[in-house]
């Protein structure tokens, strides 16, 4: 992750100097106002929307490329570089949606206003994205040339030799992808086109899109004759036969007639400021009961793997009075060192909130772990108030950061305690931050439990926070034993995610799903393996290959939370209308990555990364390059000797370099960070003691006297010193004048000795 206190300076500074700006005459034309004192927080100056930012290392360079305002000039440079945002002339987004995914395209325009025509300078791009969200490219059109991004595999050690390799492209947050374009000429037009998958949530039967679409004001152009277009179009197909009904649009959308089994929304004007909301929409697929189809298709001629394609999925309806499984669960909670502060208080909070919510003959335990165990009670106890009360008081004095790691005997404990639970639904919730050696070992471990001959076994919802736990690791628990995985890459989401992630484990109406009538079908493929419990907070979504005749029929069976067996048979249809490839890909690389991690496979780590650098999917095992495209004129090469017209004798060729870029993927854990107890979101352990403080010192002048070293900013400064501060500058200077006529003199004394 880049540094988020330098970004929020920078931009800061960015704000500061964009004053410098000269628009003219008007006094109705004004630079952007800067955030005053009551609206600045840190957040305020992320991207909530599609941004670009100049990089404005040398100050002097800033000024209206149109109408120079021969201010001053400006001595020293910015370190770091301030962020000028740009100011933006045009933005479309369309989304489309597939089941519980989207997938989002931005189109904008923006102009380099606040650089000389006669300079240039790099420009970053900000791409905040939604729940879950994976950058899938980015395109940049510029009058001369043109960038694109794509995946390289890791491990192409003679492709990559090739590329001249910079550490750019990176997350300034788990959900903001930044990019920089080098070398852009002031007064440019840049045309971006950006493309992003996220989640839907889905609650309550209904599923939200919430895309970042909220500009600040000072991205507005400035100028009241400028036009502003805005665009928005929303597509959603769930598939044949489903009804989809829309209950909320934040922008005044118009519905659009169905087409080929989709429903759409559109919205098109000229506006004078831009969005200061999100785009966000809710709609229902209504059914009073469980349904769900199955998609079939036919593999692309370009697809490295040619059997056909399946999707399924299964709803669970709108009743509200479905009964849920009685649970056993105990919570499993890391409190090693890394989680001091805000990750333990977090985890503190949601696990009070989600001991509140069980139902009275719901039974309980709660695990503390570091190097040692920590048990509230020494078997399970009933979810009285009395009970829970105390667990809330116990969980608040012996939940104390501090210690190592070690996760495989508090495992071990907890599924010895869930060992007899027959007509309930056994459930461990795990809760770490750190990476330990052993992960091999408890996988195998659980697994050798699961195949006992039980009617339901354990169910492990896994929760990893920040980046060096082995997220791939918990993953494999999770969906090994027909759980859940989730995440907190940034700490500030960890309460509400953990939350969420109790909520959907609590209300789990569907269990031991299976399909019972695929065995006639070859080199099936089905992901994930073990099919998760249907929750009433979330649907089952399946995908696949297989070779053969799929059945008509699909029949799907499972346990109801009154121990009753239930079966449910889903149609097959067959639909061009949804890319299967393109909508469960993201699933499929994830769960066959965890499986690569496991099984430690080099031809699975290939599968995957020929499956990332198809798709545009980013994996572990491939990294993000910016290919740049440059229009070249040349003299053709002649053997006759005539005379040509330059027409003749020039033509235009375009000369690519491929640049790679910063490694994108969360890696498989960090055993000596966990060992250290670096907490999460800390910076980067490799940085040395020695590069920080040289940072510090190089920029401590730079900090003093503000942006620059002018003549009026020292003046300023030496105004606001006090006496002491003065007597020991004018010491310190006199001291280095001494210095200097000192050895002026032994270079005097050392010519008249020759």
């Not at 495989?408 to 907890?414: I, T």
Request: charged share 25%; net charge negative.
């Amino acid at each position: 992750m880049a540094d988020q206190e330098e970004f929020v300076k920078s931009v800061e500074d960015g704000l500061r100097l964009s004053k410098r700006i000269y628009f003219g005459k008007d006094r109705a034309v004004a630079p952007p106002k800067q955030m005053t004192a009551m609206e600045k927080t840190a957040e305020s100056y992320f991207p909530t929307s599609p941004m670009m930012y100049a990089v404005i290392e040398n100050p002097a360079f800033v000024d209206n490329p149109d109408i120079p305002s021969y201010q001053p000039h400006v001595h020293g440079r910015c370190d770091p570089p301030a962020l000028i945002p740009l100011q933006m002339n045009g933005v479309s987004i369309a989304a489309d949606c597939y089941f519980d995914t989207a997938f989002i395209t931005v189109k904008g325009s923006w102009r380099l206003h606040c650089v000389m025509s006669c300079r240039s300078c790099d420009c970053r791009i900000a791409v905040p994205m939604g729940e879950q969200g994976s950058i899938l490219g980015v395109e940049i059109e510029l009058p001369r040339k043109s960038y694109s991004t794509k995946l390289v595999a890791e491990d192409d050690e003679k492709e990559n030799k090739k590329l001249v390799k910079i550490e750019d492209g990176c997350f300034l947050k788990p959900h903001i992808f930044t990019l920089t374009i080098p070398e852009i000429d002031g007064g440019t037009y840049i045309s971006v086109t950006i493309r992003w998958s996220q989640k839907l949530l889905y609650r309550d039967g209904q599923f939200t899109l919430s895309i970042p679409y909220s500009f600040p004001v000072y991205v507005t152009p400035v100028g009241k004759k400028i036009s502003k277009k805005e665009k928005i179009q929303f597509n959603v197909n769930c598939g044949p036969r489903a009804e989809v009904s829309c209950k909320a649009i934040s922008h005044p959308l118009k519905e659009l007639d169905d087409e080929d089994e989709k429903l759409g929304w559109f919205y098109e004007a000229d506006v004078l400021n831009w969005s200061s909301s999100d785009v966000v929409i809710t709609y229902k697929i209504s059914s009073p009961n469980y349904h769900g189809s199955v998609l079939l298709q036919s593999p692309q001629q370009h697809d490295t793997d040619q059997r056909k394609m399946f999707s399924c999925y299964l709803f669970p309806g709108a009743l509200e009075c479905r009964k849920v499984f009685r649970k056993e669960v105990i919570f499993v909670v890391d409190i090693s060192g890394s989680m001091k502060g805000k990750p333990i208080d977090d985890s503190k909070q949601a696990l009070s909130v989600a001991l509140s919510k069980l139902d009275s003959q719901d039974l309980f335990n709660i695990i503390a772990f570091n190097n040692e165990e920590y048990l509230f009670s020494s078997s399970l106890e009933v979810a009285t108030k009395e009970a829970i009360d105390n667990a809330i008081q116990w969980i608040d004095m012996n939940f104390i950061a501090g210690g190592s790691t070690n996760i495989l005997n508090p495992m071990k404990q907890a599924i010895g305690m869930l060992s007899n639970a027959e007509e309930s639904m056994p459930i461990i919730f795990l809760v770490t931050d750190g990476a330990v050696e052993d992960e091999r070992q408890i996988c195998e471990f659980l697994k050798s439990h699961l195949t006992q001959n039980r009617t339901m076994c354990p169910r492990l919802y896994t929760f990893g926070i920040g980046l060096f736990c082995n997220h791939y690791f918990l993953r494999t628990l999770a969906t090994t034993s027909r759980g859940h995985y989730d995440a907190a890459i940034d700490v500030e989401s960890l309460q509400v995610r953990l939350e969420r992630l109790f909520s959907r484990a609590s209300s789990i109406i569907l269990a031991n799903i299976a399909f019972e009538n695929l065995d006639g079908l070859e080199e099936l493929e089905v992901y994930p393996s073990q099919i998760p419990d249907l929750s009433s907070e979330g649907p089952v979504v399946l995908s696949g290959r297989y070779q053969g005749v799929f059945p008509e029929m699909l029949k799907a069976k499972g346990i109801l939370a009154d121990m009753s067996n239930f079966s449910v048979e889903l149609k097959g249809f067959k639909s061009k209308a949804i890319p299967l490839d393109k909508a469960r890909v993201k699933q499929q690389i994830e769960i066959l990555t965890a499986q690569a991690w496991f099984t430690q496979n080099k031809d699975l780590e290939q599968k995957i990364a020929k499956m990332s650098i198809q798709d545009t999917v980013i994996s572990e095992y491939t990294r993000m390059a910016l290919v740049e495209t440059e229009k070249v004129k040349v003299i053709k090469p002649t053997t006759k000797r005539k005379v040509h017209s330059d027409d003749e004798k020039i033509e235009e060729r375009l000369v690519q370099k491929t640049i790679l870029l910063h490694y994108l993927g969360f890696g498989f854990g960090n055993l000596t960070a966990t060992i250290d107890n670096i907490p999460p979101g800390a910076i980067d352990i490799e940085d040395e003691a020695a590069e920080i403080i040289a940072k510090a010192t190089s920029n401590c002048f730079g900090k003093l006297c503000g942006l620059c070293c002018c003549c009026s900013c020292c003046i300023r400064t030496c105004s606001n010193m006090n006496h002491q501060c003065a007597i020991a500058l004018t010491q310190c200077l006199g001291a280095l004048g001494c210095l200097g006529c000192f050895t002026c003199c032994q270079y005097c004394c050392f010519e008249d000795n020759k």
